[in-house]
């Protein structure tokens, strides 16, 4: 299902688990909160709940709201950088990372200021084998002839596991959806990529939302390709060949 993007599989996982299991789930991913990244007016996204409807316009908590969530539509918002870490917790087995755009602060005296340490729980599962079943499954994205992203994963030199995302805009009739270009842009779905490589030491993740179109598997594919042939032994000797996150 992970890896042909099967929707009806989702809707019904969605409704087996319950919108409280998901929403807890989806907290502990840091979803429906700013990621505390060092920059200022960060958006906290929505991650919607039966007591944030009743409380926003009074309406019953629906079926068919934990379905919409499950798949992550209807009321639920997140920001790239939010998927992204996502990403990153998933890849490295549920430990968290804190995201920053700073680098490094120097004082006047040249001393390095630290930035301080924001621990984040991990999220730890009852079942630590659903996380390998979940990577398995993200790499047949890119590598098995039926994945969504199969072309991404033709010779990349690395190994990648990925998920692709369409996030809806505007309800279409199947048949406007098999003619994507009769659909004036601005209705048109955003496109949405999350990756990470290589799969046993990741060193990057990666999350591409395109807007009103598609193609964020070959932005990403070029993003880690430039990575890997630039940057990742540089971070090793950084990190004293630890790998960065």
Known sequence: AIMVSCDTFFYELSVKLGITRIHKMLTRFGFGK????????????LLPS??????????????????????????????????AEATATLAEHGERFQPHLLLK?????????????????PVILEHPSVWNNVIHAMQ??????????????R???????????????????????????????KLRNHHLFIAFAPVNHPQIAVAIVIEHAA???????????????????????????????
């Open 50 to 83: 039966p007591h944030w409807k009743h409380e926003t316009n009074g309406n019953p908590w629906y079926t068919g709201d934990t379905i919409l969530t499950g798949i992550g539509q209807g009321f639920l918002l997140a920001t790239p950088l939010q998927i």
């Open 34 to 45: 700013t990621t505390q990244v060092d920059m200022p007016d960060e958006l906290p996204g």
């Open 155 to 185: 010779h990349p030199g690395y190994t990648v596991a990925a998920k692709t995302g369409t996030a809806q805009v505007f309800g279409h009739h199947r048949d406007e959806e098999r003619s994507r270009l009769n659909i004036p842009k």
């Open 215 to 245: 193609g964020a598997d070959r932005i990403a594919r070029h993003i880690m390709d430039y990575y890997f042939k630039y940057c990742a032994k540089e971070d090793k000797v950084k990190t004293n060949e630890q790998p960065t996150r």
């Open 105 to 121: 602060m120097q004082k006047p005296d040249d001393s390095i200021y630290q930035l301080p340490a924001i621990e984040k729980p």
């Open 140 to 153: 047949g994205v890119v590598s098995s002839p039926m994945g969504t992203a199969e072309s991404f994963g």
